[in-house]
């Protein structure tokens, strides 16, 4: 990581951060405060007759969900094909907006009261 400032002086990771509601990311293990958990499409294929689909749940930090949200949208482009732009496109789209939110998603905040 290239050093800003003057000499000697270390900068934490960017979306490391500190603090009593930090969670280590299942992903990369960095804390993180905006930890993440969305339901989203694994899979789906579509051959005009008919679809089948599989869904995941995935928990991450917003960089680590929104690799995981690429990849997704990505690996379904070909078997998804026509509803791949009106099914997965829109949904993670929306998923990939979300991870801009600052704070934890709301089934991590429901789950973090339940402890």
Sequence with gaps: MPA?????????????????D???CPVCGEPTTSLKRYTMIRYLVFLYFFAFWG???VAACPPCMRK???MKTLINLLPAN??????????NTVLFCM??????SSSVRTALMQR
Excluded at 99 to 104: D, M, R, S
């Design 82 to 91: 026509l509803l791949w732009l009106f099914i997965v496109l829109p949904w």
């Design 99 to 104: 991870t801009f939110a600052e704070g934890h």
């Design 55 to 57: 869904r995941q749940t």
């Design 68 to 70: 995981e949200i690429g």
């Design 22 to 24: 930090a969670i280590a």
């Design 4 to 20: 800003f400032g003057p000499p000697g002086h270390v900068h934490a990771p960017v979306h490391a951060h500190a603090g009593p």
